[in-house]
């Protein structure tokens, strides 16, 4: 357990998720083996039980999100672990932990994508299937973590802000911060705030229902339950995650990143300030909902603004869609399995500011 | 027989059910109730857990506590609950086609860990919620809204793959046998272990429309003459068999369930 000196550890991204499950009392682990995210299965087996905890191993990732959602309801906190392929198969429960206000965690290694891709290689392209990838109209939580510290408190605020909006909070990492080891400090009994949930199951289900979870198929009771549903995550936005900043409020060039793109672009703030150049970093700790206004507000004052992300362009369309004018919005992506460097990304910020005047 | 309050477990407000005319699906479920007031539960003790389909609308009609998950997945639901709940007595209400099609995988898997729940299959021969389909579970020859010259598929019977399986009791019989059912029901529940009871059931606007049985009544009387007792189908020819559905007791023993296993292999001395 915690100590009452913070201790520091020597983790993977993966073994700090698993850590903050159990600072943040997780004590039901269901899951199904999956590159990148096996290791968090596996610790789970060895670590859980030895805090009164339970892994269980179940037929598939449906099974898995299932049993989740299941534990959740009987009282203990809960979560899986899984990696493109697998969250696929979730993405129907999820729906349902959204409808039936279940807490979980699920957390999503970023794998090279679609299908089975390369199993071990990382992407950054499950940002629309996070958000969207569960049918009908919903609103449900997305962390980004950048590296094993962030790992580590995330995973525990994501199980707090799951207890306290009562809905499925994804986080969503990748395959290198997965299996890079850093430097973690663990938070000490004192730091660890956790909200408490429930035992009792009473009645539940995935049907719209009525404030006493009888279903129903009234239009008005259907509109006031999705509306509740989406506003109750929307409308405390406040209380989730802040991205980031770094380097001067008005700059030349402003990216935005998140994961292990967003470490490289920090490496390249630190080399464009050597050169003397206006540079800034917005690395995104929540991915939805999308943080819209802070965007807005702190891309208007950038000259131009560059998403760095390891995919076609998924968050570059929402940075867009905050009403930042199109032209000043571009995107170093990369869809080739590896990763961005961050002379990459100063090789784009030169060209951009040579071009600028 | 004195029917004992079993009223007390049913959300009477929130009736006229769903359910048409002449469906077994009430006579399911007021047979479980009635099992439940013989044993008495106190309401915060059990749990009826159900999927997606007619049947499954069961929860919506009792007063205690009760979980509707996603179609096909009620068992890998209970599996988590029964582990964060082990106290809590849980059966599951679901159809053919949730528990057969959809659904196999985890039933399989339920049983094979042999958690500790009851599992009553409302088995009206097809798909009743969405039309009138057939399910892994109808009848060859059958005639249903996606086999309209009758099915080619074989069927399956559920039971005997909950037997390989692994579960420590598996019955069959039918809403016509009502005895039989609610001492079925009430064995299954008091099993540790899990148990499962194949009910077939009618429904006779499509499955009974379709292949020309006729109306509810005519329905329970096919079930009657299409049901023999195990013994005596043991005793046909696999020919004469296809006629029928066996009717009794297939399975009871005493297998450690999987919580208990799981906490016994945690202390092995005890
Ligand atoms: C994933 C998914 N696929 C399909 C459906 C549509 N659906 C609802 S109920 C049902 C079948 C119900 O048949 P059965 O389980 O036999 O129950 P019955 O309605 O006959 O009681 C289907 C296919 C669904 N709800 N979810
Ligand atoms: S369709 Fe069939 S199973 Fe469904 S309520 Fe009607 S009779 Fe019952």
Same mark, same amino acid.
Not at chain 1, 154 to 180: C, G, K, Q, S, Y
Not at chain 1, 213 to 240: F, W
Not at chain 2, 110 to 115: E, F, I, T, Y
Not at chain 2, 182 to 187: D, G, P, Q, T, V
């Given at each position: 357990?915690?100590?009452e000196?913070?201790?520091?550890?020597?983790?993977?991204?993966?073994?700090?998720?698993?850590w903050?499950?159990?600072?943040?009392?997780?004590?039901?682990?269901?899951?199904?083996?999956?590159?990148?995210?096996?290791?968090?299965?596996?610790?789970?087996?060895?670590?859980?039980?030895?805090?009164?905890?339970?892994?269980?191993?179940?037929?598939?990732?449906?099974?898995?999100?299932?049993?989740?959602?299941?534990?959740?309801?009987?009282?203990?906190?809960?979560?899986?672990?899984?990696?493109?392929?697998?969250?696929?198969?979730?993405?129907?429960?999820?729906?349902?932990?959204?409808?039936?206000?279940?807490?979980?965690v699920?957390?999503?290694?970023?794998?090279?994508?679609?299908?089975?891709?390369?199993?071990?290689?990382?992407?950054?392209?499950?940002?629309?299937?996070?958000?969207?990838?569960?049918?009908?109209?919903?609103?449900?939580?997305?962390?980004?973590p950048?590296?094993?510290?962030?790992?580590?408190?995330?995973?525990?605020?994501?199980?707090?802000?799951?207890?306290?909006?009562?809905?499925?909070?994804?986080?969503?990492?990748?395959?290198?911060?997965?299996?890079?080891?850093?430097?973690?400090?663990?938070?000490?009994?004192?730091?660890?705030?956790?909200?408490?949930?429930?035992?009792?199951?009473?009645?539940?289900?995935?049907?719209?229902?009525?404030?006493?979870?009888?279903?129903?198929?009234?239009?008005e009771?259907?509109?006031k339950?999705?509306?509740?549903?989406?506003?109750?995550?929307?409308?405390?936005?406040?209380?989730?995650?802040?991205?980031?900043?770094?380097?001067?409020?008005?700059?030349?060039?402003?990216?935005?990143s998140?994961?292990?793109?967003?470490?490289?672009?920090?490496?390249?703030?630190?080399?464009?300030?050597?050169?003397d150049?206006?540079?800034?970093?917005?690395?995104?700790?929540?991915?939805?909902?999308?943080?819209?206004?802070?965007?807005?507000?702190?891309?208007?004052?950038?000259k131009?603004?560059?998403?760095?992300?390891?995919?076609?362009?998924?968050?570059?369309?929402?940075?867009?869609?905050?009403?930042?004018?199109?032209?000043?919005?571009?995107?170093?992506?990369?869809?080739?399995?590896?990763?961005?460097?961050?002379?990459?990304?100063?090789?784009?910020?030169?060209?951009?500011?040579?071009?600028?005047? | 027989?004195?029917?004992?309050?079993?009223?007390?477990?049913?959300?009477?407000?929130?009736?006229?059910?769903?359910?048409?005319?002449?469906?077994g699906n009430?006579?399911?479920?007021?047979?479980?109730?009635?099992?439940?007031?013989?044993?008495?539960?106190?309401?915060?003790?059990?749990?009826?857990?159900?999927?997606?389909?007619?049947?499954?609308?069961?929860?919506?009609?009792?007063?205690?506590?009760?979980?509707?998950?996603?179609?096909?997945?009620?068992?890998?639901?209970?599996?988590?609950?029964?582990?964060?709940?082990?106290?809590?007595?849980?059966?599951?209400?679901?159809g053919?086609?949730?528990?057969?099609?959809?659904?196999?995988?985890?039933?399989?898997?339920?049983?094979?860990?042999?958690?500790?729940?009851?599992?009553?299959?409302?088995?009206?021969?097809?798909?009743?919620?969405?039309?009138?389909?057939?399910?892994?579970?109808?009848?060859?020859?059958?005639?249903?809204?996606?086999?309209?010259?009758?099915?080619t598929?074989?069927?399956?019977?559920?039971?005997?793959?909950?037997?390989?399986?692994?579960?420590?009791?598996?019955?069959?019989?039918?809403?016509?046998?009502?005895?039989?059912?609610?001492?079925?029901?009430?064995?299954?529940?008091?099993?540790?272990?899990?148990? +499962? !009871? %194949?009910?077939? &059931?009618?429904?006779?606007?499509?499955? =009974?429309?379709?292949? $020309?049985?006729?109306?509810?009544?005519?329905m329970?009387?096919w079930?009657?003459?299409?049901?023999?007792?195990?013994?005596?189908?043991?005793?046909?020819?696999?020919?004469?068999?296809?006629?029928?559905?066996?009717?009794?007791? +297939? !399975? %009871?023993?005493? &297998?450690?369930?999987?919580?208990?296993? =799981?906490?016994?292999? $945690?202390?092995?001395?005890?």
């Amino acid at each position: 357990m915690t100590e009452e000196k913070n201790k520091v550890q020597f983790l993977s991204g993966n073994e700090a998720c698993v850590w903050a499950g159990i600072h943040a009392k997780a004590r039901f682990f269901a899951g199904y083996p999956i590159s990148p995210a096996t290791e968090i299965a596996e610790m789970c087996a060895q670590e859980l039980p030895k805090h009164g905890g339970f892994y269980i191993q179940m037929e598939d990732e449906i099974g898995s999100i299932a049993a989740v959602i299941g534990a959740s309801l009987g009282g203990l906190r809960a979560f899986t672990a899984t990696s493109g392929p697998g969250l696929a198969l979730m993405q129907e429960n999820i729906g349902y932990a959204a409808m039936a206000e279940v807490p979980c965690v699920i957390i999503n290694v970023q794998r090279f994508g679609p299908s089975t891709g390369i199993a071990t290689k990382p992407a950054q392209s499950d940002v629309m299937t996070t958000r969207w990838g569960t049918p009908g109209d919903h609103s449900l939580i997305v962390l980004v973590p950048s590296g094993g510290q962030e790992c580590y408190d995330l995973t525990i605020a994501a199980f707090n802000l799951a207890e306290l909006f009562r809905t499925p909070v994804i986080v969503l990492t990748d395959a290198v911060i997965a299996h890079l080891r850093e430097k973690v400090t663990f938070k000490t009994k004192e730091e660890l705030f956790l909200i408490n949930g429930d035992k009792r199951v009473l009645r539940v289900t995935g049907l719209v229902h009525d404030n006493f979870g009888y279903s129903s198929d009234v239009p008005e009771v259907a509109e006031k339950l999705i509306t509740r549903l989406a506003q109750k995550i929307e409308g405390y936005q406040a209380l989730l995650p802040r991205p980031r900043f770094y380097g001067p409020e008005r700059p030349e060039v402003l990216i935005i990143s998140f994961g292990i793109s967003a470490r490289a672009a920090r490496q390249a703030v630190y080399l464009a300030e050597q050169e003397d150049l206006a540079v800034s970093l917005l690395e995104l700790q929540t991915l939805w909902p999308f943080p819209e206004e802070k965007i807005r507000k702190i891309g208007a004052k950038a000259k131009t603004v560059l998403v760095a992300e390891l995919n076609r362009g998924q968050v570059q369309r929402e940075v867009r869609a905050c009403g930042i004018s199109p032209e000043k919005v571009r995107g170093i992506n990369k869809i080739d399995s590896t990763v961005i460097t961050p002379s990459e990304i100063l090789n784009e910020i030169l060209t951009i500011i040579k071009k600028n005047n | 027989m004195v029917i004992p309050d079993y009223k007390k477990y049913l959300a009477g407000e929130r009736l006229p059910h769903i359910w048409c005319a002449g469906c077994g699906n009430g006579v399911i479920l007021k047979a479980l109730l009635i099992v439940l007031a013989e044993l008495n539960f106190k309401h915060e003790e059990i749990l009826l857990a159900t999927g997606i389909g007619c049947i499954c609308r069961a929860g919506d009609y009792v007063s205690f506590q009760r979980f509707q998950g996603t179609h096909g997945r009620t068992l890998a639901f209970v599996t988590g609950l029964k582990i964060a709940r082990p106290d809590l007595k849980v059966f599951c209400l679901i159809g053919d086609g949730d528990c057969a099609a959809i659904g196999m995988g985890h039933l399989i898997h339920a049983a094979r860990r042999n958690l500790d729940v009851a599992v009553l299959v409302a088995n009206n021969l097809n798909y009743g919620m969405t039309g009138g389909q057939f399910s892994p579970l109808t009848p060859s020859k059958s005639l249903t809204s996606t086999s309209r010259t009758g099915k080619t598929e074989t069927p399956l019977d559920i039971c005997r793959l909950a037997e390989a399986a692994g579960a420590n009791y598996v019955a069959r019989t039918s809403v016509f046998h009502h005895g039989e059912l609610r001492k079925f029901i009430r064995e299954a529940i008091s099993k540790k272990g899990f148990s +499962l !009871v %194949e009910i077939l &059931t009618p429904c006779p606007t499509y499955y =009974g429309r379709y292949n $020309k049985i006729g109306g509810p009544g005519e329905m329970l009387t096919w079930f009657r003459d299409k049901t023999v007792p195990l013994n005596k189908y043991l005793q046909m020819n696999p020919e004469e068999q296809k006629d029928y559905f066996w009717r009794g007791k +297939l !399975v %009871e023993r005493d &297998t450690l369930d999987f919580y208990t296993q =799981g906490e016994k292999m $945690k202390r092995p001395d005890d």
